[in-house]
């Protein structure tokens, strides 16, 4: 399942001063970690402390040139690469440093913020140095804005950008003029027009919410046999209004499946807090108290569906199976892992080690497929043979 944060990787103090996280039964408060930091040191070409790399010779004798530190390697220029059918090589650069920089224009969200951590991480494993650029309101970049900070990442030498895609004139020249001065650009989620003909930029999606969605609806209809609740039971669907690039992926994938396997159910909807998802489902049950499945499309869905459950068991007899999409990194309690019957993981973690890849990839000369696909994976919890007694 990929590797999981400990407590011990999580500087409470950084995250709190920047971001605030939900709280609850089943998510567990957003890390900010220090052990990509850690395992930096002092990289050949950066500075230490502010991840900076020192400018090239080549390009000195302007007054931006960053101090090297004494002692430090300058970063070597990457040599060309062939380019292959289905793939993509940069242009040869001058001189850049081993940083791999995220550009942002939107406010981060839950999971864009969680990107940036585990980025952070992986590249301190890879002795790679980052740096993120993010709005510092709560406003979106303007396109102008977000040309100026591509622009200023190629000033500095910076090796690899990962970027959000703005389909705006200003901003596909300045990752062509990037492109053209050496800069890997990998974009997350979905493409955007290519600067010259056959030559895309790379980009970073998921896939495989449909098969998934499938296991995910026959293992939690068997385990709901299992725990030996009515076959005529109903079933809901709990829907996030907060919405990501994936929510309509994984609310169809769920649906769809249900159909295929000739179940009836019912669709609610909440606005993105788990509270208001626990309320949802109570509410519900008053009304329905034959339920027998939850199939959430979001965290904030399943671990409102858990606490709803949790309180239900305290005056009702009535149990019902829950399973949904979650992103099964540090968010994930060990509490909810064991007693949810099945999850589909939205592989955030998984989705950072690819953007990654891909760019250090593009740094290192090497060839990269136009579309790096990353799995979401079903993942069960056997169930007990009886149904689990209320806390």
Partial sequence: MGETLRATDIDAAGWGKSRQSPRGQGI???????????ALGVLPGCDSTSFVPSRPPELSGSSTTAARPAGAALSPSVPP??????????ATPTARARLVELILARPA???RSYLEQFLRRETGIKKCAFRVVSPQDNEP?????????IRTAANRSTGALIVEP???PEVREALREAESRGLGVVLLDSPLPAPSPGKPYPFVTFEGFAEA??????????DARVLHLPAAGTTLVVENRDQDFYSRDRLESITSALKAAGRAYDIVSFDGEEKEAAKLVLEYLKTHPKLTVILADHDFGVAGAFSAREQWRKTSK??????????CDARLSQHVKDRVQGLVDRNVEGYARKALQVALDLMDGKPVPERALV??????TPPPLTSPPSS
């Fill in 166 to 168: 703005v389909d705006a």
């Fill in 109 to 111: 969200s839950l999971d």
């Fill in 375 to 380: 799995d979401v994976r079903f993942i069960h």
């Fill in 28 to 38: 567990r408060p957003g890390p900010c970690l220090v052990l990509g930091i850690a």
């Fill in 318 to 327: 009535n149990m019902f199976a829950i399973g949904g999409y979650f992103a």
């Fill in 141 to 149: 970049m303007s396109p102008g804005q977000f040309a100026s900070e």
């Fill in 81 to 90: 690469a062939t380019t292959t059918a289905g793939t993509r090589s940069p």
């Fill in 213 to 222: 969605a499938k296991q995910l609806v026959e293992t939690v209809a068997d």
